[in-house]
């Protein structure tokens, strides 16, 4: 672990894990902001990490211009078959919490929990009991319609993410079949007709290139929130009511790369200690302790100069 001190805005100077011991200790509305990093133990790849997703995506040809498009609403609307080909590597399946996920809900345990913002997506706190919490970034908990916005549970589209296939609305393809049937046939354009064949054959497929088979199609998307879509409402809600009850913040396993959950450890009152743990430091943000290490090992150390009533809870038993 090393440590790094911001004294500035502070009434006493924080910098040592002894004294993030005694800052948990004595805090009793702990806002905690967590990220992929708290799931890699389990088996989770992050996104940033040298093994993480985006080294993964670009090395193995998904044709992407850049790693962050497989999370892109306007390219999943395009071709989401290339993120049904991925979505099975990331969706929930038989893993088991790690102690940074267990090291929350021991916050929780002790009232000491205000609330735990995570961007993930991977259902882990909720395994773990996690109750004071919000998935700023979705879940897989919930799948949508794109064009009819209805919401199915996300267990309706599981057999298609396991398939890699493109999971499509069964009411919105009722309707399009039943408007299928009663729709008169197509007329042929006497001219494209009466023209070269060939010649007009070379000039469609330039122009459908453009043109994806999805097209019009009623796509169902998990409720993670993709880049180009906003958080839910209850996000600023809570940070809002968050702001003014909060007496220590904890960050653990995230670059804080992402907007706007980055934003929470600037908009919270300068007068609150931040703490991060994190295997990376994460140079944009000042934090008056910096814990750098691997997650699990730090909140552990952490519990056993907390005491006894600070232990971990145990890991949930398999299914
Ligand atoms: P990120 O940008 O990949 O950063 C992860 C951070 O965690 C890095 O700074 C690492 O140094 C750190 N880290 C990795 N392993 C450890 C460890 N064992 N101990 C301590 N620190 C560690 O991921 P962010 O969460 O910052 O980015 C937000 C994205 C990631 C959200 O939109 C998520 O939905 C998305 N994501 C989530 C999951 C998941 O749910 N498990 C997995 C991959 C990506």
Known sequence: CSRVLRARDKLEAYNTVDDAVALIAKSKKILVLTGAGVSTSCGIPDFRSPTGLYARLKEEHWELDDPQQMFDLPY????????????????????????????????????????????????????????????????????????????FPGSAIEADVFASRVPLCPLCTAIDEEKAKNAPPPKKSPEKWSANSKAFEDDDEDEMGFVSEWEGKPLVKPDIVFFGEMLSDEFDHRLLEDREEVDLLIVIGTSLRVSPVSQIVSHLPHSIPQILINRDPVGHANFDIVLLGDGDTIVKHLCSKLGDSFNLPAPPVPA
Not at 138 to 149: E, I, P
């Open 76 to 151: 999943f609307k395009e071709k989401p078959n290339v993120f049904y080909s991925f979505a099975k590597e990331i969706y929930p399946s038989n893993f088991v919490p790690s102690p940074c996920h267990r090291f929350v809900k021991m916050l929780e345990n002790n009232e000491k929990l205000l609330r735990n913002y995570t961007q993930n997506i991977d259902g882990l706190f909720e395994q773990i009991g996690v109750k004071r919490m919000l998935n700023c970034h979705g879940s897989f908990a919930t799948a949508s319609c794109l064009r009819c916005r209805t919401k």
